[in-house]
């Protein structure tokens, strides 16, 4: 069996400079990517296949052979291909629908979140095994080849508020899929409402001339 591999050099599309709106898109581990007006990308299939295989790498560890040894780096690197190939699908979707509706990409900056974030040890794998990073460069150089233009904003509290009048209450946020605002009374979903919030920032970082509009390609 013979493979070829090949490298093509695909010319970028012209930057839309006059985006007519903007998707935000919210990351996360129970839905990995939400987009307001899309249907959320849920993450139940990957974290499952993720179980699986952090259960399969514990029995062949235990083992402690070099069959053992070698079979783990097949499974991490199976793991990794999967993982990579669910972001690939969930960008070009993103970066598709963004190209068809001219509008622009606005993604959270999550660069430094897993300093940030404390969390109890059984949800530890599941965090540091999150490719928000990876999924972001999927959709930076995609955007960029599509002339779609992409900003970054600040995430902080954009899962405690409001998207219709802009309150901020930790307790906005009743549970991972419900949000109720204490101000207005409004409900919806909270990563829907979490993706509207980062749209209006990203329409903000915009207009203020933002210098990374399109990250250079990595």
């Not at 053992?68 to 969930?90: D, F, M």
């Not at 940030?116 to 095994?129: A, D, G, I, M």
């Not at 900003?151 to 508020?161: H, K």
């Not at 979490?194 to 903000?204: L, Q, T, V, Y």
Request: aromatic content about 6%; charged content about 25%; glycine content about 6%.
């Amino acid at each position: 069996m013979f493979y070829l591999i090949a490298v093509c050099e695909v010319p970028e599309a012209p930057l839309n400079e006059q985006p007519g709106g903007w998707l935000g898109v919210d990351l996360g581990i129970v839905n990995i990517a939400t987009v307001d007006g899309m249907t959320p990308f849920n993450g139940r299939g990957l974290n499952r296949h993720r179980k699986r295989q952090l259960e399969l790498r514990r029995k062949l560890q235990a083992k402690a052979t070099q069959s053992a040894r070698q079979r783990l780096k097949h499974r991490r690197r199976k793991e990794s291909r999967h993982a990579a190939n669910v972001n690939h699908i969930i960008s070009k979707k993103i970066v598709t629908e963004a190209a068809r509706t001219c509008s622009g990409i606005a993604l959270e900056d999550l660069g430094a979140i897993r300093d940030r974030v404390r969390l109890r040890k059984p949800q530890r794998v599941t965090f540091h095994s999150w490719a928000f990073h990876q999924l972001g460069t999927f959709l930076a150089y995609k955007a960029r080849r599509a002339g779609v233009p992409l900003v970054y904003v600040d995430p902080a509290y954009t899962s405690q508020e409001c998207a219709e009048c802009h309150h901020i209450d930790k307790n906005n946020r009743v549970s991972q899929a419900l949000f109720i605002c204490r101000n207005c009374g409004v409900v919806a979903h909270a990563d829907r409402n979490a993706s509207r919030n980062i749209a209006a920032r990203g329409e903000a970082a915009w207009i203020a001339g933002r210098e990374s509009r399109v990250p250079a390609t990595p």
